[in-house]
């Protein structure tokens, strides 16, 4: 440092030849937001802090130098950014220390300028700023405090808008956003000792008054007609500051298509609009559209979502305004067009609050980069009825070299998208000079070649706009490639290139548009656009007439029938997925007149309007309505996505689908099953009418009852069931059967009921053991754990009692049951499986008729006494029928003497001698037989006598035995 100044009169002649004359009012660095972001991250005060080792100290005022000790200082340049600072940098601050060193390495002031504005704004921050202990304590050297601090002192203080506006101001400089800069250079103090500073605020209002002065021209030739010249001017002043909302529109107004066109398109899904250039000569181009007012800026979206009027802008006669002047720091002024304008274009970190260094509302890319746009091309959309007051969007990416995608496109908003060159043409010299005939455009008319003017680099002496990639022409000039489009010897070099897209309203479809038929309903689902405040649906009924629906419940996924389930035309059938809903109410629907819009809200299960029912259900991965009533015949279902627009709700064009609902049979609505005298089972159903019912058996769980079904997809009719609902299931049957109602191809599923036909007994027999009993003898079934025994008395009202048997006991002690002096029926069969089943009556084969208790009872009387001596003994045979009717086929009664006419009793008939015989029929007819006993041999002495049965009956008739005792003749 030299002289005495130093400290006292900093920034008269300070330092060496590289020392600033004045602190800086402004970083002047692109990107410093992202400097800030960075730094703020690491939690450090400021940039110089990763410059100096620990117990270093920094000089600023004529360089950056890190003083490690008395006479040790060393210059801070990219090589020791990149190699000691580097080294000792930790791995967070490793890629900003990298940042600082290709800064350094572009621009050696940069850094230092960067440095300065820091530590002013701290000691400005600071209570006790005005003290050199203050700078000293940030680290400053103490041969340089003091003078720091005077030199804070007197540079101007900065509030939060000028902090923003002071760091934003080069990054709205170096991406072409003029408008903003000009709002940031408003706000900012005098520009005072810093030269920079003052050079681009003098480049920034040159530019300023050149883009008004084109806006002033281009409303003349479009009050005189002159389109094609005012779409030159308009071009010319877009591609000064494409941030200018009126040259962006007035553009799009008054162009003619030359290069192709824009087509804007919206992706699938919500994921926002595809950009992609058309050359002039592909087909499927079109026209890009008449140049009138619906291409200008102000537009509005009506509640319906058609273009409401288009307004044009309203800055005084002839859309202009006065030239009251727009402020370019330090009193310097614009002359210019000092209307909304102007406070249209925000910017990052503008005097409107937005942070410093953020990514701002006009989408501003990286200063340094080829663009947002790319090399060629910047991309702007322009919003239908948006207020000048909003800022300018731009979309990153090149249409020429690729689609381009726009995922930001506000919904329910109409947009146009413009695609201006990036070579920025140089600053036209004004009216007064082309009127003159010098400068950039000469005096020649249409036709005549003449070059513009060399341009000058951003932040030259000048201040002169960005330099061009290669040469840009004035009136009639001609530039070449595909950043500057060839547009001919037409005066309108202004426009050469531009493109433009038609208006599309931002309003996605649904996508997976699925429709159903059923019966007597129709299920729509789909999947909403993520942005999407609802949905509506209309319904075209057969008769042409169409009932309107409102927005439905997420969740729902149409079910259908089977068969009538299908994607609609030109929409994606993969969108619905989930489980169908649960089944709604049938309603009823007249499309005819005098029917409302009925608005199905969220968590309403169901909503009627009008004789419509539409009900919707949940389940997961989309949204859908059921319209229930409707009749049978070709519909048209169309779904329209609906947005919130600025004056009301936005809808979609729509996605539309047919389908057609079918007649359906009447559902069978009871099912029965009973015990079938004779054995198997009888079913009875109702309902069903004009329908073919069908008993089946579903090869897993049955579908609910009123489930719709295809008919080709039925399990076959049993065949053990007949159409009149006799059922012979086989043996070991258990089974749930289910009635179907089928009418042509559709069918609806009816009751189901559980029936079961157990394996019958074989070897089933029973007889007699004494009065009212009998002994009961089967075969056990190999696969039963019981087997029931049934009695059925057809006396007692055919009532059956059961017996069950456990196979341990049967097998152990046998069965004998009372069974009743009458004819029983005897039935045994396996116990039941399921308690819920109806159990059907066993066949012949398990059944055994025990007749009634016919029993013969005989009786020897001895002889009657005549004189001294007996007559012979009598023998008596009754026939005992507790019943009333002993039957046909009664055996024979035969009194059988022993053997050798001893004492000796015969065990069978031929043990003995036959000494009478009572026949069946005499005993059926007499009931009581008596017949005298002659003695065998004759004059014998006592011999033992026993009464056998036989031939007919012999086996199911008792004999009545008296004690043996009694069976002796003598």
């Known amino acids: 440092m030299t002289g005495t100044g ?221 389109l094609e010249e005012a779409a030159a001017r308009y071009g010319r002043a877009a591609r ?80 202009r305004s006065g030239a009251a002047g727009i402020p370019v720091g330090g009193g310097a002024t614009a002359a210019g067009n000092a209307d909304t304008e102007t406070a249209a274009v925000g910017t990052t970190g503008s005097p409107a609050g937005e942070p410093a260094g953020t990514s701002g509302p006009t989408g501003g890319n990286p200063a340094g980069t080829a663009g947002a746009g790319g090399a060629g091309w910047r991309i702007v959309r322009l919003v239908r009825g948006e207020p000048l007051t909003v800022p300018l969007t731009e979309i990153p990416g090149d249409p020429v070299t690729g689609p381009v995608t ?170 619905a997925a989930g489980s169908p809903g649960p089944a709604a109410a049938d309603g009823a629907v007249t499309y005819g007149p005098g029917r409302g819009t009925a608005d199905v809200g969220v968590g309403d299960a169901e909503q009627r309007a009008g004789g419509i029912d539409a009900s919707v259900g949940g389940g997961d991965g989309g949204e859908g309505v059921r319209f229930g009533g409707v009749a049978v015949g070709a519909h048209a279902v169309r779904v329209r996505a609906r947005y919130a627009g600025p004056r009301g709700d936005v809808l979609s064009l729509g996605v539309e689908g047919e389908v057609t609902v079918h007649a359906w049979p009447e559902p069978v609505v009871a099912l029965g099953a009973r015990a079938r005298d004779g054995g198997g089972l009888r079913l009875r159903w109702t309902g069903g009418a004009g329908a073919d019912v069908r008993i089946v058996q579903w090869p897993g769980e049955a579908p609910a009852e009123g489930a719709e079904l295809a008919a080709d997809g039925l399990p076959p009719a049993l065949p053990w069931v007949d159409a009149a609902g006799a059922a012979d299931p086989p043996p070991g049957t258990l089974a749930t059967v289910s009635a179907v109602a089928v009418l042509g191809a559709r069918a609806l599923a009816g009751p189901s009921t559980a029936v079961e036909a157990p394996r019958p007994v074989a070897g089933l027999t029973a007889h ?107 023998l008596r045979v009754t026939l005992l029928a507790p019943g009333g009717d002993p039957g046909a086929g009664l055996p024979d009664f035969v009194l059988v003497a022993g053997a050798g006419g001893g004492a000796a009793r015969p065990r069978r008939p031929a043990d003995g001698a036959e000494l009478c015989r009572v026949t069946g029929s005499e005993l059926a007819a007499a009931g009581t037989v008596e017949r005298e006993i002659v003695p065998h041999p004759p004059a014998a002495g006592p011999y033992a006598v026993r009464g056998f049965l036989l031939g007919g009956r012999a086996a199911s008739v008792r004999l009545d035995e008296p004690s043996l005792t009694s069976l002796v003749v003598r």
């Not at 960075?38 to 005022?61: D, T």
């Not at 101007?156 to 000009?182: M, T, V």
């Not at 559209?289 to 309203?314: H, I, K, L, N, Q």
């Open 406 to 575: 726009d995922p930001e496109a506000p919904l329910g908003r109409q947009v146009r998208y413009v695609a201006l060159p990036r070579d920025t043409p140089p600053p036209d010299p004004g009216p007064a000079a082309r009127a003159a005939g010098t400068g950039a455009v000469g005096s020649a008319g249409r036709g005549t070649r003449v070059r513009g003017h060399a341009p000058a680099t951003p932040g030259g002496a000048a201040g002169s706009p960005a330099a061009a990639a290669g040469p840009v022409s004035g009136h009639g000039s001609t530039a070449t490639g595909p950043g500057s489009p060839v547009r001919g010897d037409d005066g309108a070099a202004g426009d050469a290139g531009v493109l433009v897209s038609a208006v599309l309203l931002v309003a996605p479809e649904v996508e997976g548009l699925v429709l159903a038929d059923g019966r007597a309903r129709i299920e729509a689902s789909w999947l909403r656009p993520a942005g999407a405040v609802g949905v509506e649906v209309t319904v075209t009924g057969p008769d042409g007439r169409t009932v309107p629906h409102g927005s439905v419940i997420p969740g729902f996924t149409a079910a259908g029938s089977a068969t009538a389930g299908h994607p609609a035309s030109g929409s994606a059938s993969s969108g």
């Open 240 to 319: 000064l500051a494409w941030d200018c909302p009126r040259a962006v529109r007035g553009l799009v107004r008054t162009h003619t298509p030359t290069y192709g066109r824009l087509t804007a398109t919206l992706r699938p899904a919500g994921a926002g609009v595809e950009l992609r250039h058309l050359p002039s000569d592909d087909e499927t181009a079109g026209p890009a559209g008449p140049p009138d007012a619906e291409t200008a800026a102000v537009g509005t979206t009506g509640p319906a979502g058609t273009a409401g009027p288009a307004d044009r802008e309203s800055a005084g006669p002839a859309g």
């Open 768 to 874: 007699r053991t004494s009065a009212g009993r009998a002994r009961i003898a089967f075969e056990w079934p190999d696969d039963a754990g019981r087997v029931v025994v049934a009695t059925t008395t057809p006396e007692a009202g055919g009532e059956a009692v059961e017996h069950p048997v456990v196979r341990a006991v049967f097998l152990r002690e046998g069965l004998e049951l009372p069974v009743g002096p009458g004819a029983v029926r005897i039935t045994a069969y396996a116990a039941p499986r399921s308690s819920l089943a109806t159990v059907a009556a066993p066949g012949d084969a398990g059944q055994f008729l025990l007749p009634a208790d016919v029993a013969i009872a005989y009786r020897v009387l001895p002889g009657q006494r005549r004189m001294l001596r007996r007559g012979p003994a009598v």
């Open 6 to 226: 130093t400290g006292a009169g900093f920034g008269h002649a300070l330092g060496l030849s590289r020392a600033l004359t004045g602190l800086p009012v402004a970083p002047l660095v692109e990107r410093y937001g992202e400097l800030a972001a960075a730094q703020q991250g690491l939690g450090i005060g400021h940039l110089g802090e990763l410059l100096v080792p620990p117990g270093g100290r920094l000089r600023v005022l004529d360089g950056i130098f890190a003083v490690e000790g008395p006479g040790r200082r060393r210059h801070v340049g990219a090589a020791v950014l990149r190699g000691p600072v580097a080294a000792r940098a930790g791995s967070g601050a490793a890629a900003l220390v990298e940042r600082l060193a290709g800064i350094q390495e572009r621009d050696p002031a940069a850094l230092r300028r960067i440095l300065l504005y820091q530590l002013v704004q701290l000691l400005h921050d600071h209570p006790r700023g005005d003290r050199p202990e203050t700078a000293a304590a940030l680290g400053i050297d103490p041969a340089e405090a003091a003078a720091l601090v005077r030199a804070a002192a007197g540079r101007a203080r900065l509030d939060a808008a000028g902090r923003a506006a002071a760091e934003s101001l080069e990054d709205a400089w170096s991406q072409g956003r003029i408008r903003a800069a000009a709002l940031c250079a408003a706000a900012l103090p005098p520009a005072g000792g810093d030269r920079l500073l003052a050079d681009r605020l003098t480049g920034i209002a040159t530019r300023v008054r050149d883009v008004d002065a084109l806006l002033d021209e281009a409303r003349d030739c479009e009050d005189r007609g002159d």
